[in-house]
């Protein structure tokens, strides 16, 4: 079974500190992608990376930055937390399109608490 | 950019009942999936396709192209179905080669009551 490893369940931080939110994926998949959940806006999404130090911004990436140094990981960072970045993050990964029919596959999500 | 509509938002039945949930989107797509959100927030994706219907135990999704809709049926509901269910369309993304978005729907969160 693919898993998809997201580095905490829960998180609270402070306003204005740095924050890395970890996913590491063990399928060998070529896309990685980072959203956040609220309520009422559905999925959102924040950055995404189809290789290794490839990266493209999503829909909301201000505020926010990846890294993919190694295919299996890919670190979203809070560059100066604010509250407003409270919410609900998901990872997920899958194969390049024209490889695989096969859908995204999720992290459990990282609750986050900017305080 | 697609637009997404799911409806209802909300959903109440009870335990036996059948449930439809209803997905439209803008522009054509590649692939549509459902996914299953279980409160504490962990994504399963139950289905994936871009033409005709599938069917896995209890749950049917269909798909329409032409008119842009697709519903997913629940057959014989149970209260471990209550969950959010969202729908989610998918597009070629021209900056990788093979890459792909997902644009997702609000969500319609299905209540079960035995």
């Known amino acids: 079974d693919v898993k998809v490893t997201q580095s905490s369940r829960y998180l609270v931080k402070r306003t204005g500190e740095k924050v890395f939110l970890e996913c590491v994926q063990d399928m060998d998949h070529e896309n990685m992608f980072w959203y956040r959940q609220d309520p009422g806006l559905g999925l959102r999404l924040i950055y995404f990376s189809y290789d290794v130090k490839m990266k493209e911004k999503g829909d909301i990436p201000e505020g926010y930055s990846v890294s993919r140094e190694k295919k299996e990981r890919f670190s979203l960072i809070l560059e100066s937390a604010s509250t407003n970045q409270t919410s609900m993050y998901l990872c997920a990964s899958s194969f390049w399109a024209a490889k695989s029919n096969q859908p995204q596959h999720f992290g459990d999500g990282t609750r986050l608490s900017i305080l | 950019k697609n637009e997404v509509e799911q409806s209802p938002q909300n959903l109440t039945a009870q335990e036996g009942e059948f449930i439809t949930i209803n997905c439209s989107y803008s522009v054509g797509i590649s692939a549509l999936h459902w996914l299953q959100q279980h409160p504490g927030g962990g994504i399963v994706s139950l289905f994936m396709?871009?033409?005709g219907k599938k069917k896995h135990g209890r749950l049917i999704a269909t798909i329409n192209i032409q008119e842009k809709h697709s519903s997913l049926h629940i057959t014989a509901s149970h209260p471990r179905d209550s969950a959010v269910y969202i729908c989610?369309?998918?597009?070629?993304?021209?900056?990788?080669?093979?890459?792909?978005?997902?644009?997702f729907g609000k969500g319609t969160k299905l209540s079960v009551i035995p």
């Open positions: 989610a369309v998918r597009s070629p993304l021209y900056s990788g080669a093979g890459s792909y978005q997902l644009t």
């Open positions: 396709l871009s033409s």
